[in-house]
C-alpha cells in the first residue's frame, strides 16, 4: 500500500493563482482531513470529509474548496492564493469516525509571493 | 477557545533522561487521546493513544499517563534516545468532532 500520497511536495504561486492540492488514500478510509501547520501553531484542521460526497469545515476554512467525489481521493482548492496561506498543508485519513489513528501523508510546501 | 494546551514547547534532555510533554483538555464530551511524531520534512505518524477508561497505557518506551479528573494527560518517553528527537503533538476528540491539535513540543535528546 502506498498510504497517503500528496502532490506536488513544493509549489510557488503568485497572489492571486488558485490551484489545487492532490491528496490520495489507498486504504479504504472514508474519513479525510486537510491540516495546515503553521510555526508555533500546530496543525490546524481545514476541512474534513467522513465519505464521498460529504465535507465539512474546520477550523479555518476560509479561501480552500474541497470535494469529495471518490472514497480514494480528497483535492484540496485554493481559490485565489494570498501570502497568509504560505505553510505546510497535510492531508490525512482514518479508517474511523472523528479522526481517531490517522494516516498522514508527506506534506506540501506552499509559498505565496 | 483552545481545545487543548501543550507544553513545553520545547525539550532538551541527555540520552537516557525522560522527557514529559504534558496536554490540558476543557470538553469532558472527548473520549480519544492520541500522541503523534513528526520528523523534520515528514507528516505526523501516530505513536500511541489513550482512551479516559484507563489511567495509562505503555507501548515501547513510551506512556501515556491519563488523569481525567484534572482533563490532563502526559506522554513520557523512557530512556530517551537521540533517535526520539522530534516534534510530538497531542490531539483530542470525541464521537465524530473534529480533531483538535495541540501546537507542539520540539524534543531534542543530546547524546
Known amino acids: 500500500n502506498a498510504g497517503v500520497t500528496q502532490t506536488p511536495k513544493f509549489q510557488v504561486l503568485k497572489t492571486g493563482q488558485s490551484m489545487t492540492l492532490q491528496c490520495a488514500q489507498d486504504m479504504n478510509h472514508e474519513y479525510m482531513s486537510w491540516y495546515r501547520q503553521d510555526p508555533g501553531m500546530g496543525l490546524r484542521l481545514i476541512h474534513y470529509s467522513v465519505g464521498a460526497g460529504i465535507t465539512d469545515q474546520g477550523e479555518v476554512p476560509n479561501g480552500y474548496n474541497v470535494s469529495r467525489s471518490t472514497t480514494e481521493d480528497f483535492p484540496l482548492r485554493l481559490l485565489s492564493a494570498a501570502p497568509s496561506q504560505t505553510s505546510v498543508y497535510f492531508c490525512?485519513?482514518?479508517?474511523?469516525?472523528?479522526?481517531?489513528?490517522?494516516?498522514f501523508g508527506p506534506g506540501t510546501r506552499l509559498t505565496v509571493t | 477557545q483552545q481545545q487543548v494546551k501543550q507544553s513545553p514547547q520545547s525539550l532538551i534532555v541527555q540520552k537516557g533522561g525522560i522527557p514529559i510533554i504534558n496536554c490540558a483538555y476543557e470538553?469532558?464530551?472527548?473520549?480519544?487521546f492520541p500522541w503523534y511524531q513528526q520528523f523534520p520534512g515528514k507528516g505526523p505518524a501516530l505513536l500511541i493513544a489513550i482512551r479516559p477508561d484507563v489511567s495509562e497505557k505503555k507501548e515501547g518506551r513510551f506512556t501515556i499517563s491519563f488523569n481525567k479528573s484534572a482533563k490532563q494527560f502526559s506522554l513520557h518517553i523512557m530512556d530517551s534516545q537521540p533517535g526520539d528527537s522530534a516534534t510530538y503533538f497531542c490531539?483530542?476528540?470525541?464521537?465524530?468532532?473534529?480533531?483538535?491539535f495541540g501546537t507542539g513540543t520540539k524534543l531534542q535528546v543530546i547524546p
Open positions: 470538553n469532558t464530551a472527548f473520549d480519544y
Open positions: 490531539a483530542v476528540s470525541g464521537g465524530y468532532q473534529k480533531v483538535t
Open positions: 490525512a485519513s482514518s479508517y474511523s469516525g472523528g479522526g481517531r489513528e490517522q494516516y
